[in-house]
């Protein structure tokens, strides 16, 4: 998986583009392959069905606000989800007082049922102003193996918080890694429901698990980062 | 005839054996990977997620289930005949728009995949 840092400012999260504008702030970029062992179709059909799952105790409610079928015969729908916003206890101390407990998701998705492709978009409308993640994902039939699906991710991280934006981003990217090992959990769990199947052991678990550790370094050195500014501060 | 009742004699600590100790309670434990190593209980409808709208749960579950239903045996296999689950969709719509109103989520103004618009090809 690649782990790429971009400085321009390419975020165009609704909520927070004219910030980024004005303040130039960096934005974290990271883009990463993953690998289902099931058909294209299958993982369609498990995309509407991916909640709940053991890995989503963080999604609380899940809704379709708008579906339509375009003339081109592809589907277009847009989800709604609520999720717990949990904010480590280092950032505590900069949120306002009665920031809410949980966040608001949308996910937009177009499904081409002739091309076999599946496009998403997944941003968050809660929250922005401390943090923006989008997130964009094809899904698509393996090249190798037309019996499998390949999901290609990438995400965009951007926080306009004055002396805390890069550890707030490097939280963001930390969270977000687990996020997609949790991702491909809930799905392999949801695929081997579907066929009938107890999940095993898989490249994708093992890929996710590398993730997991970059996540955790990344995760540390947001720790730094905040105490460096907290530091800054009183002097 | 009553019967007597006779105090245990207290056996003093000095004179105890070594007792055994107890093996440790089972762990109920409800981290995920335990969960996902357990095979589907036969015979049980699948947990559902609940709506943002209390009150629409209910209707949300009647148009999933319709949807996945169409969506697998119809829409995948490039069947147009036409989209059965609209009047459950209508319903389901019209508990949850106002929810999302009465909960002043901000859902409007955004175009359809409006955010990734203009982002470069990457």
Request: include cysteine.
């Amino acid at each position: 998986m690649q782990n790429m840092q971009l400085c321009t400012p390419l975020s165009r999260c609704p909520l927070c583009v004219v910030c980024c504008w004005r303040t130039g702030t960096m934005v974290k970029y990271f883009c990463c392959a993953g690998l289902l062992r099931s058909s294209w179709d299958q993982v369609c059909i498990a995309f509407w069905q991916r909640y709940p799952n053991p890995y989503s105790n963080h999604v609380l409610t899940e809704d379709i606000i708008f579906r339509e079928v375009t003339p081109t015969n592809c589907l277009k729908s847009r989800r709604l989800l609520t999720k717990t916003s949990r904010a480590p206890r280092w950032m505590e101390p900069y949120l306002p007082k009665q920031m809410a407990s949980s966040a608001y998701i949308i996910e937009d998705s177009i499904v081409d049922p002739q091309k076999k492709t599946m496009t998403t978009l997944t941003w968050n409308i809660s929250h922005a102003r401390l943090m923006c993640v989008e997130e964009r994902c094809e899904y698509q039939i393996n090249r190798d193996n037309g019996s499998w699906t390949e999901i290609r991710r990438e995400a965009w991280i951007s926080s306009n918080i004055y002396g805390l934006s890069r550890a707030i981003q490097e939280f963001g990217l930390a969270r977000f890694k687990t996020s997609v090992t949790k991702t491909m959990k809930g799905f392999e769990y949801v695929l081997s429901k579907m066929q009938g199947e107890t999940p095993s052991r898989s490249l994708a678990e093992t890929a996710t698990e590398r993730a997991r550790e970059t996540a955790l370094a990344a995760k540390e050195k947001a720790k730094d980062l905040a105490s460096q500014a907290q530091k800054k501060q009183y002097v | 005839m009553a019967e007597r009742l006779t105090a245990q004699p207290i056996t003093p600590l000095r004179s105890r054996s070594v007792t055994q100790r107890r093996s440790p309670l089972p762990r109920l434990s409800s981290s995920p990977s335990r969960y996902a190593s357990l095979p589907p209980a036969a015979g049980l409808e699948p947990p559902t997620m609940n709506s943002v709208g209390e009150a629409c749960t209910d209707l949300k579950r009647d148009y999933d289930q319709c949807f996945n239903r169409w969506f697998a045996e119809k829409f995948l296999k490039g069947d147009r005949s036409g989209d059965p689950c609209g009047e459950t969709f209508r319903k389901y719509q019209r508990c949850v728009q106002k929810a999302i109103q009465e909960k002043d989520i901000p859902i409007d103004g955004v175009d359809f995949m409006g955010p990734n618009k203009d982002k470069p090809e990457s």
